[in-house]
């Protein structure tokens, strides 16, 4: 097999790099750049996504903090930031210690995505005095229904940015100014975030003292605010209306990976919340990749890697049934081990111990995707002659089934129209055009996942519900 090697820019311009991750699609709209250069700016792309708007020379040190532009990667940087953790695992980078658990002390679990252990842990942080703020993703104060990153200093303002908001955030504003206040701060991202903040940190000593804790939520890929904007319309909102959601509302009754979400109208007073199982809406099946931004298909870090503690759903045998939710926790840190084994020695949480395959089973899909996938889409980038971020993982398809490779190419496809056809949906304002516009690539999906016969009667089943669903939002 032979491979073509990417034809340019030169890997050692970072602002020729930088470029080129902006005009390839592959910018994730972070926010790092801007920090590092403040001439760049952060736009909102017409599908709702947010990309950097750069000068015609950005100073290179925005190349060098860029997530998919830095020639530093997850391998390089994790020894620098945990030499001393005693374990390794291919897809879960340096650890110290790998559990399932929850919160069982307040409501925090209650109302967390999960077990609620991330804002917990940050809540707990600032309580002793650790930390002086939390810089996270709450609602945005002065934009209703949206979210942005913000500094919170009280564990009530912490507690607001709890649950996971499938929705396009960046840190620019909020990071600049942080570093020399004599002050220190946890962050929480997700792990593209965390990577980039890592790289400002490593640039800037007083921005490393002020940042002491990075914490990731396990990602499987962003969404567009057009995503919200969908599940909204599906719920009775039309598009340019306000409304409040809620991405994971749990369900009593229903295994934690059978949440719903809850929509509220805000244009009428006191309208009540539209709760909605994710079974019963089109659009949430996460293998699709509907509103996908293209950089999440350049990624291979799922597991947080550079952060002092990851967190995701154990949505595995013996934690998936409770409606509650539990989290996997990947801890990195001794001072989080330390602190999380007390709290858990108090009946404050529980943590039980688990093995490195249980983790990656919680996440199998995902690794699947940015491993396997991530080789398919290099190679086939490559094939193409087109420019693609520099990665850990070889391109190639060796081992790669032809079943699976159409899954990738397909997934890759899904997520691209889906931003077109949406909008096109939106521009006749008949929701139902979205799901008929997607139904041919979304049948040949699901005919590759396997078992064909039952591939008709869910598509079926899927654009009666959005008919019946849009026709109320139309
Ligand atoms: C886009 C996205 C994709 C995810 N994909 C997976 C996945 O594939 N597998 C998996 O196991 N888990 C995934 N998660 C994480 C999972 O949903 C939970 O957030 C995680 O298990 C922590 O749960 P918790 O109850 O401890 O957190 P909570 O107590 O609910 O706190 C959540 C924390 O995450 C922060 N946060 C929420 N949304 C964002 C955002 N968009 N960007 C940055 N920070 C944010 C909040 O500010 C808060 O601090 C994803 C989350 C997001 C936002
Ligand atoms: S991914 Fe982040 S750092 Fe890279 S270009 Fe986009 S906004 Fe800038
Ligand atoms: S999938 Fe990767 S690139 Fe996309 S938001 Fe998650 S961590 Fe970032």
């Known amino acids: 097999m032979t491979t073509v090697p990417p034809p340019f820019p030169p890997p050692d311009d970072p602002a020729a790099v930088l470029a080129a991750v902006v005009t390839h699609g592959y910018c994730i709209g972070c926010g790092a750049c801007a920090v590092a250069d403040p001439r760049i700016t952060l736009a909102e792309t017409p599908h709702g996504l947010y990309t950097a708007v750069l000068p015609p020379r950005p100073r290179p040190a925005a190349g060098q903090v860029c997530p998919f532009a830095a020639t530093a990667n997850e391998d390089h940087l994790a020894p620098e930031l945990f030499p001393d953790a005693p374990h390794h695992h291919p897809l879960l980078g340096r650890y110290a210690g790998?559990?399932?658990?929850?919160?069982?002390?307040?409501?925090?679990?209650?109302?967390?995505?999960?077990?609620?252990?991330?804002?917990?842990?940050?809540?707990?942080?600032?309580?002793?005095?650790?930390?002086?703020?939390?810089?996270?993703?709450?609602?945005?104060?002065?934009?209703?229904?949206?979210?942005?990153?913000?500094?919170?200093?009280?564990?009530?303002?912490?507690?607001?940015?709890?649950?996971?908001?499938?929705?396009?955030?960046?840190?620019?504003?909020?990071?600049?100014?942080?570093?020399?206040?004599?002050?220190?701060?946890?962050?929480?991202?997700v792990p593209c975030f965390v990577k980039a903040v890592r790289l400002l940190a490593r640039q800037d000593p007083a921005l490393r003292a002020a940042l002491p804790y990075c914490l990731a939520i396990f990602c499987g890929h962003l969404k567009s605010k057009?995503?919200?904007?969908?599940?909204?319309?599906?719920?009775?909102?039309?598009?340019?209306?306000?409304?409040?959601?809620?991405?994971?509302?749990?369900?009593?009754?229903?295994?934690?990976?059978?949440?719903?979400?809850?929509?509220?109208?805000l244009a009428a007073a006191a309208a009540p919340p539209r709760v909605v199982p994710i079974a019963k809406l089109y659009g949430l099946d996460w293998g699709l990749g509907l509103f996908k931004p293209q950089a999440c298909d350049g990624c291979d870090d799922v597991a947080g890697e550079l952060a002092d503690l990851a967190a995701g759903d154990a949505w595995l045998p013996g934690y998936v049934a409770d409606p509650r939710g539990a989290n996997v926790l990947i801890v990195r840190h001794p001072a989080l081990l330390t602190l999380l084994s007390a709290a858990a020695a108090a009946g404050r949480l529980t943590l039980t111990a688990l093995a490195a395959p249980e983790i990656v089973r919680s996440q199998a899909a995902s690794?699947?995707?940015?491993?396997?996938?991530?080789?398919?889409?290099?190679?086939?980038?490559?094939?193409?002659?087109?420019?693609?971020?520099?990665?850990?993982?070889?391109?190639?398809?060796?081992?790669?089934?032809?079943?699976?490779?159409?899954?990738?190419?397909?997934?890759?496809?899904?997520?691209?129209?889906?931003?077109?056809?949406?909008?096109?949906?939106?521009?006749?304002?008949?929701?139902?055009?979205?799901?008929?516009?997607?139904?041919?690539?979304?049948?040949?999906?699901?005919?590759?996942?396997?078992?064909?016969?039952?591939?008709?009667?869910?598509?079926?089943?899927?654009?009666?519900?959005?008919?019946?669903?849009?026709?109320?939002?139309?």
């Not at 399932?100 to 077990?115: F, I, K, L, P, W």
């Not at 809620?246 to 009754?253: E, I, Q, T, V």
């Not at 496809?413 to 041919?440: E, I």
């Open 98 to 189: 790998l559990y399932a658990g929850a919160v069982t002390e307040g409501d925090y679990r209650a109302a967390g995505s999960s077990g609620g252990l991330v804002t917990w842990l940050v809540s707990e942080l600032l309580r002793r005095g650790d930390i002086d703020g939390v810089i996270h993703v709450a609602p945005a104060a002065d934009q209703p229904g949206q979210f942005a990153y913000r500094l919170s200093t009280s564990v009530a303002a912490v507690r607001q940015g709890a649950k996971s908001r499938y929705y396009p955030v960046q840190f620019a504003q909020v990071l600049q100014g942080l570093a020399g206040r004599g002050q220190r701060f946890a962050f929480v991202g």
């Open 226 to 265: 057009a995503f919200a904007e969908m599940i909204a319309w599906q719920c009775g909102v039309p598009p340019g209306e306000p409304f409040a959601i809620d991405f994971r509302h749990k369900r009593p009754g229903a295994p934690a990976n059978r949440y719903a979400v809850s929509v509220t109208p």
């Open 367 to 474: 690794f699947r995707h940015r491993r396997e996938g991530l080789a398919l889409r290099l190679h086939d980038a490559d094939q193409r002659g087109a420019w693609r971020p520099a990665k850990r993982i070889a391109p190639g398809t060796a081992g790669v089934s032809r079943r699976r490779a159409q899954l990738y190419r397909l997934r890759a496809r899904l997520a691209a129209r889906s931003h077109q056809r949406y909008l096109l949906a939106r521009r006749h304002r008949h929701f139902l055009l979205f799901p008929v516009l997607m139904a041919g690539d979304e049948l040949r999906y699901y005919l590759w996942r396997g078992r064909w016969w039952r591939a008709l009667p869910k598509l079926l089943l899927t654009l009666a519900r959005a008919w019946r669903r849009g026709r109320a939002g139309r």
